[in-house]
């Protein structure tokens, strides 16, 4: 299994302005895996970070606007850079073994 | 690359009616799959898993799922649901060759909405 700590749990941002969202993992993992999931939507892989080398980023999502941190093993962040309300949505970090585990989530809301 | 498809986006039924949820899943390769329950403003939750072994799988809270592999899906089915069962699911699948390493993302379904009417 794994346990995961993200935070903030929720946030409420201006436009323009960037958030950034931390992940920590309790043992070492080599991928950690970014997911946004939109009001009554599903979830949707932003990108998947390896420590040591830049984050790969699914269609759609640039790294200008997520970018991405993996200082180690255990560790990542996400920012939203230059929000609109369009960026309002759940955040989650997650890591698999066998199955996906998730953090708690960032609720973020843009006004 | 896989893909999920949960055709029915929402579901209701009676309280102590059965009920499936169905799911189709694309790969090239072997698969695990998962299903995930997410409770209104909570985060997801496994509900059960197919690894191997056999295609009957039993979960948390009286669901079960069965792998077919000749037609692609993994249905979720409950005898008899409750109230409590009201949420969204979602189907999920991984490339199991390189899942083992933490390797290989899960690719959710879109979800069903499985709305339980007193």
């Known amino acids: 299994s794994a346990v995961i700590s993200q935070k903030p749990s929720r946030d409420i941002c201006q436009r323009g302005t960037s958030l950034t969202i931390q992940c920590q993992v309790d043992?070492?993992?080599?991928?950690m895996f970014w997911y946004r999931q939109q009001p009554g939507q599903s979830l949707t892989l932003i990108a998947t970070a390896n420590q040591g080398s830049e984050a790969t980023y699914e269609s759609g999502f640039v790294i200008d606007k997520f970018p991405i941190s993996r200082p180690n093993l255990t560790f990542s962040t996400l920012t939203v850079s230059n929000m609109s309300p369009e960026d309002s949505s759940i955040y989650l970090c997650?890591?698999?073994?066998?199955?996906?585990?998730f953090g708690q989530g960032t609720r973020l809301t843009v006004v | 690359a896989q893909s999920v498809t949960q055709l029915d986006s929402q579901v209701p039924v009676f309280e102590e009616a059965p009920v499936e949820l169905r799911c189709n899943y694309s790969?090239?390769?072997?698969?695990?799959l998962f299903w995930y329950v997410q409770y209104p403003n909570q985060g997801l939750q496994l509900l059960l898993k197919?690894?191997?072994?056999?295609?009957l799988v039993k979960g948390i809270n009286g669901f079960e799922a069965e792998f077919n592999k000749s037609q692609t899906s993994f249905h979720l089915r409950k005898p008899s649901v409750h109230i409590r069962d009201t949420a969204e699911y979602f189907c999920a699948v991984s490339d199991r060759s390189r899942n083992s390493g933490g390797y290989q993302k899960v690719t959710f379904g879109t979800g069903t909405k499985l709305q339980v009417i007193p």
């Open positions: 997650s890591v698999v073994r066998t199955e996906a585990f």
């Open positions: 790969s090239s390769v072997s698969v695990y």
């Open positions: 043992s070492q993992v080599t991928m």
């Open positions: 197919y690894l191997s072994g056999s295609t």
